[in-house]
């Protein structure tokens, strides 16, 4: 593989996400990245966001090539984000490079891509939101 090594990011080794599970990788700007690792070895990133209600996908359930989010069980498809029929909505989703067992992410999307979206508020941190003047 070709790889102009400035424009992708190293994040981790493929046998560091676990297998049908996830890692974290946080960014100068905006919400983590979740990187995914399925059962044939195949490693998907999406923002750490579910379309529904901002659940984390990266505490889901990997299973094929999607992901059960953990909050209302919504299948997200791990190659584009998107949320199987009925539901509806998709993630933003970032492109993936393994060479040699190393896992990269694309420099610019991890710099650009859903920048601006922010983490859901809910629960507590959303009450006392409201009461404080
Ligand atoms: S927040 Fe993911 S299914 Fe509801």
Redesign the pocket.
Known sequence: MNMNLNDWTLVCRVEDIPVLGSRRVERARGMDVAVFRNDAGQVFALLDR?P????PLSQGIVFGTRVA?P????SIGLDDGCAQAPDEGCTPRFSVRVEDGAVYLSAVELASVAVDVVAPVAGPARRMAVVTR
């Open positions: 579910c529904h209600k901002g659940g989010c909050l209302h069980n919504w």
